[in-house]
């Protein structure tokens, strides 16, 4: 995944989370917010009640590798936030849940 396709400041985040609701599936959440930008964006959130360090950002490179297989509309910023049943799920659930779930969304191109 392209770093210029991630969002990174924290009022983004604050402004997304708090203006939206989610759209939660099992162990994940996404919060959808349509632009009128020529891009879009993706956020990731995992809590510390993940796990340390090492497990939190293998998470988020699971994620980024699953979402980089896909081409999506331009104008919308997304954040997946992660909750703890994501531990004991392998590459694949996680795959196919994501997948379902952008499917659902309408994303896609």
């Not at 402004?15 to 959808?32: A, V």
Request: glycine content about 4%; overall charge positive.
């Amino acid at each position: 995944m392209k770093k210029k396709n991630i969002l990174k400041q924290n009022s983004e985040y604050n402004r997304i989370i708090k203006t939206f609701k989610p759209i939660r599936y099992k162990y994940l959440s996404f919060y959808i917010e349509r632009t009128a930008e020529e891009n879009y964006f993706f956020g990731f959130s995992v809590g510390k009640k993940i796990g340390n360090a090492v497990k939190r950002n293998k998470i988020k490179r699971q994620l980024k590798s699953i979402i980089d297989k896909n081409t999506y509309q331009n104008g919308f910023n997304c954040i997946i936030m992660v909750n703890s049943g994501i531990i004991k799920k392998t590459f694949q659930e996680i795959e196919t849940d994501v997948n379902k779930i952008i499917k659902d969304i309408n994303i896609l191109k």
